[in-house]
Each structure stands twice: as C-alpha cells, then as structure tokens.
C-alpha cells in the first residue's frame, strides 16, 4: 500500500457513481421486498430483483449502468485503500481497515461482472443472490480445509454486518459526510438503513457458518435467503415490510455518499462535516455546563 500523497482526482466521480450504483440496486431490492410483504408475495435477492429490469423498457442499459457503477465502486476501494485516503495511516488497525476495503472492491467487481453476464443474457449472472453465495461456498468446499475457510468467511461476515450497525449507532459515518441541510435532514435514514443493511449482512454471515459445519453449500445464501428468513418468523411480513423500508433507507444512504461524502486526503480545510458539526455541539455542550 502505497504512502503517496498525490491519489487522482479523477476517482472522486468514480466514487459517486459507484455508490449511486449501488443505491439503484438497493432501492429496487428493498422496494420489491417491502411489496413482497405488502401483497404475500415472494421477497427476492439481487440476482432476482435486477432480472427483473430486463422486462422494463431501458432495463437493459439500466443493467450495464450498474454493472459499470459497481466497477467504478471497486476501482474507488481499491484506489482508496492504496493511497489511504481516508488517513487511516499504517498501524495495525489501518492496516486491517485498509485491507477490508481491497477485499470490498474485489466482492463489488464480482458484482459487476455478474450483473454484466446478466446483461448479456446470461441466466447464470447473479450479484450476489442464492446461486452466487451457494457456488463460492460449493467451490471453498473442494479446497483443503474448505469448510473451516468457509466458516471463516461467514464469521468475517457477521463481523462486517456488526460493524455496519456500529457504524450506523455510534454514527461514524459522519466523519465523512459534508455538512448540508439535506445531509442534516437526511440523517435518520442513513442510520435506520446501515443499521438494516448490518442485519442483512448478519445473517447471510450466519448461513456460511452453517454451510461450513454441515459441510453443506447449500445452506449458504446471500439477500434472498435471509428476506426468507425473516419471514419466517413470527409476524415474519411484518419483520419483511419493515427490512425491505431498512433496505430503502440503506439505499438512500448510497445516494447521499454519492453527494455528500468528502475524502479527507482530497478534501480542503475548510470542509465541513456531519462530524465536526456534532463536535461543536458537544464542546458547546461541556462549556455551558
């Protein structure tokens, strides 16, 4: 990972539209899953959810403007992890944290390729839906140690889902917002939705662990999986509407990255974010005490 100060510019559009790609397929796998919950129907995953473009008049170009949105997210985490420009530095947690974002840019350029198959026609082109978590469990499987990797991989998982809640809570994600009235306005829903998010990514963490211990990839599953899931809890519909709005509100939490967020290494002095506002508040706060 490179110390070099001088990142390109060029990768902040390619960070918007990468996160605005992603909020396109949030907001239709989260509007879908909440009519699944309104009407009885079937919650669906991503690969489902995005064929489902292709019946829609431009739902074709839709699918290639997301596939080249998610390339442009992953070349965004990868440029981001090479040149640090989030600051993060060299220590052991930066590290680690840098590294989580090369592995974020590689699951994200899978995603791209998936949905550009899909695109192409391919009934295989999945993005992240039961086939595709199924198949790379299957394939761990044949490696040596493969169910110990692939319950690995589901506890690493369910750490990331817990942290996208954490990040939501303790509301981290304000350290790189910009500070603006619909940022301000909007920022309910960018907790509700990294809080859903962290519960979505939770329990697909947990069917790789139980794929791992039963030796069966079968058990594995990505978004669909764990909408089914919910619903089959008591008051399951219920439990779904309310995950599928998560889901919306997560998707809004795409487009105003895609505005809003600022790159410390690349941004001016005199940036001001959600983060420095609460600061303000806080010391304002100790002061009249």
């Given at each position: 990972?490179?110390?070099?100060?001088?990142a390109?510019?060029?990768?902040?559009?390619?960070?918007?539209?990468?996160?605005?790609?992603?909020?396109?397929?949030?907001?239709?796998?989260?509007?879908?899953?909440?009519?699944?919950?309104?009407?009885?129907?079937?919650?669906?995953?991503?690969?489902?959810?995005?064929?489902?473009l292709?019946?829609?008049p431009?739902?074709?170009?839709?699918?290639?403007?997301?596939?080249?949105?998610?390339?442009?997210?992953?070349?965004?985490?990868?440029?981001?992890?090479?040149?640090?420009?989030?600051?993060?530095?060299?220590?052991?947690?930066?590290?680690?944290?840098?590294?989580?974002?090369?592995?974020?840019?590689?699951?994200?350029?899978?995603?791209?390729?998936?949905?550009?198959?899909?695109?192409?026609?391919?009934?295989?082109?999945?993005?992240?839906?039961?086939?595709?978590?199924?198949?790379?469990?299957s394939?761990?499987?044949?490696?040596?140690?493969?169910?110990?990797?692939?319950?690995?991989?589901?506890?690493?998982?369910?750490?990331?889902?817990?942290?996208?809640?954490?990040?939501?809570?303790?509301?981290k994600?304000?350290?790189?917002?910009?500070?603006?009235?619909?940022?301000?306005?909007?920022?309910?829903?960018?907790?509700?939705?990294?809080?859903?998010?962290?519960?979505?990514?939770?329990?697909?963490?947990?069917?790789?662990?139980?794929?791992?211990?039963?030796?069966?990839?079968?058990?594995?599953?990505?978004?669909?999986?764990?909408?089914?899931?919910?619903?089959?809890?008591?008051?399951?519909?219920?439990?779904?509407?309310?995950?599928?709005?998560?889901?919306?509100?997560?998707?809004?939490?795409?487009?105003v990255?895609?505005?809003?967020?600022?790159?410390?290494?690349?941004?001016?002095?005199?940036?001001?974010?959600?983060?420095?506002?609460?600061?303000?508040?806080?010391?304002?706060?100790?002061?009249?005490?």
């Amino acid at each position: 990972m490179s110390d070099n100060r001088e990142a390109p510019h060029w990768v902040i559009p390619l960070m918007r539209i990468g996160y605005a790609a992603r909020g396109v397929t949030y907001l239709i796998i989260g509007a879908l899953a909440f009519l699944a919950a309104w009407t009885g129907g079937q919650a669906e995953g991503t690969r489902e959810a995005l064929s489902n473009l292709k019946q829609y008049p431009m739902g074709l170009i839709a699918l290639w403007v997301i596939a080249i949105g998610m390339f442009a997210y992953a070349i965004w985490r990868f440029i981001c992890a090479w040149y640090d420009l989030e600051n993060r530095g060299t220590d052991a947690k930066a590290v680690i944290a840098r590294l989580g974002q090369t592995v974020t840019g590689l699951i994200h350029l899978g995603i791209g390729a998936s949905v550009a198959r899909l695109a192409m026609g391919s009934s295989s082109g999945g993005s992240g839906g039961e086939s595709g978590a199924q198949s790379a469990a299957s394939w761990l499987m044949t490696l040596p140690y493969g169910t110990y990797i692939v319950m690995a991989a589901g506890v690493i998982t369910i750490g990331a889902g817990i942290y996208y809640g954490y990040k939501g809570i303790a509301e981290k994600y304000k350290d790189h917002l910009m500070r603006t009235e619909w940022s301000e306005k909007l920022d309910p829903l960018v907790k509700a939705g990294l809080v859903a998010h962290g519960i979505i990514i939770v329990l697909i963490g947990v069917f790789l662990v139980y794929a791992g211990i039963n030796t069966d990839p079968g058990q594995a599953g990505g978004i669909g999986k764990a909408f089914q899931a919910v619903r089959s809890q008591p008051y399951g519909m219920v439990l779904l509407g309310a995950l599928g709005l998560g889901t919306i509100a997560f998707a809004i939490y795409c487009f105003v990255e895609a505005i809003y967020r600022v790159v410390p290494q690349l941004a001016g002095p005199d940036m001001k974010t959600l983060a420095s506002q609460a600061k303000g508040k806080a010391r304002q706060a100790a002061a009249s005490v």
